[in-house]
């Protein structure tokens, strides 16, 4: 409204109006204004040479027209008011820096040759001015309207939609965001950097003059790493939300557990003695009968062996005494405590170098004994693991990789539910406890299979 006043004023026109080039390519009427206007014509215009204003915008070239009445512009004609007679009109494209036409400038006076080249010079100053305002308006729009989804769509969805609004603002053919672990593309005409998390790049830039782009860019780019951050920090409270539940919950089934254990203790802990006490009594007896002697030796043993794994299993739900401990040996008291035929192998590489971690050893030999399991059962006790060890950003990462014959993507994200109904583990718990282990010592655990022949658990931890 301010652009065009000024150009009415400048000029001496007496009447003017904006018309803005649609997302469905027609010329909607942006601003009008003019002395006792009665009945302006402020409908859509298609963007053809049937007017004068799309031949403008069809063109993109400015026009100066001294009488509307001479032909061929008489055909052309369209007033701007049905009870206002005009003579000449001055016309001039808002061409964006890339060269495409956002809409036209007109100027009516209902004087014949009312206007000249100065008028037309300073016609199309204004009209840069008008696509500024235009561009910033959308820039304005567009970190608005990510704003608004920012914290409520996914990280995917918003960068999504930053690079569409990017292609969008600069004019450009197609536009992306590539994360620095993304493998390198074709050379875009521009990008920006979004921190040190990726970067915003657009590709069939047609505009010579990359300062506005750059700003554009620079703003959606700033969006995007506020989109990643937000990511990355809800990630983080899950997790956090995740150990803490963990912790707690185990807090409390510690306490079940070894009100548990003391009484499995009392009841199962009396067989062995009550053995002793018959085998004292009635040794005559039992030097005659050698099926009963050796029953009761084997009543013994099944007693001590179910007290020992009732403790031992009961106890990992116990609190953990949490020390710096070797990966490497905590993997190689599982490759021991590991029962397969020799046709299955377990090989280790570069882990006996990793840094130490703050876990309890049992816990993290049971992890690994676990998955070790779980490979020999799915290769048939004919297969390998290869177990390879790094370190990234804090962590060490130990792959687990089997021979087996992998798992379906839809059921990756199952295998670790507790209701998962597959093989369990050692445990009876199976990946359930696996991933529950690994989030009571603060880290993560993730798979990854084509479905047809192989598995890779990833085992994420912080080193101390």
Excluded at 109 to 114: F, I, N, T, Y
Excluded at 211 to 230: F, S
């Amino acid at each position: 409204d301010a652009i065009l006043q000024m150009a009415l004023d400048v000029t001496g026109a007496r009447y003017g109006i904006v018309r803005l080039l649609s997302p469905e390519a027609t010329l909607v009427t942006g601003s009008v204004a003019g002395e006792n206007l009665q009945r302006p014509l402020i409908e859509a215009l298609a963007l053809t040479d049937e007017t004068i204003t799309g031949w403008v915008a069809s063109h993109a070239q400015p026009l100066c027209i001294a009488d509307v009445r001479e032909p061929p512009w008489n055909s052309r004609y369209y007033p701007l008011d049905r009870d206002r007679e005009m003579r000449s009109e001055l016309a001039v494209p808002l061409v964006g820096g890339g060269g495409q036409v956002e809409g036209v400038l007109n100027l009516e006076s209902p004087r014949v040759g009312a206007f000249g080249e100065g008028d037309r010079l300073l016609l199309q100053a204004l009209a840069t001015q008008a696509v500024i305002a235009i561009q910033e308006a959308r820039l304005l729009d567009a970190l608005q309207d990510s704003a608004e989804h920012l914290l409520s769509w996914p990280c995917d969805r918003v960068l999504d939609r930053l690079a569409d609004l990017a292609r969008d603002l600069v004019g450009a053919r197609a536009a992306c965001i590539r994360t620095a672990d993304a493998a390198p593309g074709a050379k875009p005409d521009l990008e920006v950097p979004i921190r040190t998390l990726g970067t915003l790049e657009v590709y069939g830039l047609a505009r010579a003059d990359a300062e506005w782009d750059r700003k554009v860019l620079g703003c959606l780019a700033h969006m995007a790493a506020l989109a990643m951050d937000n990511e990355h920090r809800q990630r983080l409270l899950q997790h956090t939300l995740e150990q803490r539940t963990v912790a707690e919950t185990f807090a409390a089934v510690g306490d079940v557990a070894a009100n548990l254990l003391h009484q499995l203790n009392n009841k199962l802990g009396i067989i062995p003695l009550r053995v002793q006490g018959i085998e004292d009594k009635h040794a005559d007896v039992l030097a005659g009968n050698a099926w009963l002697a050796r029953q009761l030796a084997e009543i013994r043993k099944s007693a001590q062996e179910a007290m020992a794994a009732v403790r031992d299993n009961l106890s990992l739900l116990r609190p953990g005494q949490h020390a710096p401990v070797g990966l490497g040996d905590c993997i190689e008291q599982a490759r021991r405590m590991l029962s397969v035929p020799s046709t299955f192998t377990v090989e280790l590489h570069d882990v006996h170098a990793l840094p130490k971690v703050n876990a309890d050893a049992r816990s993290l030999s049971m992890v690994f004994l676990n998955l070790f399991d779980n490979a020999a059962t799915a290769t048939a006790g004919a297969g390998q693991v290869e177990v390879h060890g790094r370190c990234r950003d804090g962590h060490v990462l130990v792959a687990v990789s089997d021979s087996g014959p992998g798992i379906s993507r839809d059921l990756q994200d199952r295998i670790f539910e507790h209701s998962w109904s597959g093989r369990s583990g050692k445990l009876g718990f199976g990946l359930w406890w696996v991933r529950t282990l690994m989030t009571r010592l603060g880290g993560d655990i993730t798979v990854d299979s084509d479905g047809r022949r192989g598995t890779t658990f990833l085992l994420s931890l912080p080193h101390v």
